[in-house]
């Protein structure tokens, strides 16, 4: 396969990143995060998405957070460890990304009897864009938790 082209993001170096133990596998957490993303974050019947590097992705995030686009190219794929991807959302608004393309990542690392979430945000094109992910993202690592939990 063919290089991936990643954005550019020399210009714009803003980056968050935050970390959660699941009580979950990586092989559920790797699903969860590709084609079962409308169990926690995507809007159910709206998402997109084939878990393959160099494929598009689109959805809705969950309409109790307010209807926001969500899509994107993913970039690396590794079943049960690693998705990154780019990720844009806004509705013409300056919210989300405020229509950047940034890129985010997802690696899951097992540890004892749970899988050790790191996300890694980059590419942020303004400060309220980087402090509205700093907030989001740690509660939308535990609706995730929450999730699975209520799954087993």
Known sequence: MPDIPYPDLSDRPREMSCERLIPSTPAALFEAWTTRFDLWFAQPGTLALTP????????????????H???????????????????????????????AETVLRIELHPDGPGTRVQLTHSGFPSDD????????????????????????
Not at 57 to 64: E, G, L, P, S
Not at 74 to 91: D, F
Not at 130 to 136: F, Q, S, V, Y
Request: net charge negative; glycine share 12%.
């Open 52 to 67: 393959q590097a160099g494929q598009p992705y689109f959805f809705y995030n969950r309409d109790d957070w307010g209807r």
């Open 129 to 152: 864009a980087l402090a509205g992910h700093i907030e989001n993202w740690p509660l939308a690592l535990d609706i995730l938790a929450d999730c699975l939990r209520a799954e087993s």
């Open 69 to 99: 686009p969500h899509y994107g190219r993913l970039l690396k794929v590794q079943p049960h460890a690693l998705i990154e991807m780019t990720w844009l959302t806004g509705n013409g608004e300056r919210i989300g990304t405020e229509g």
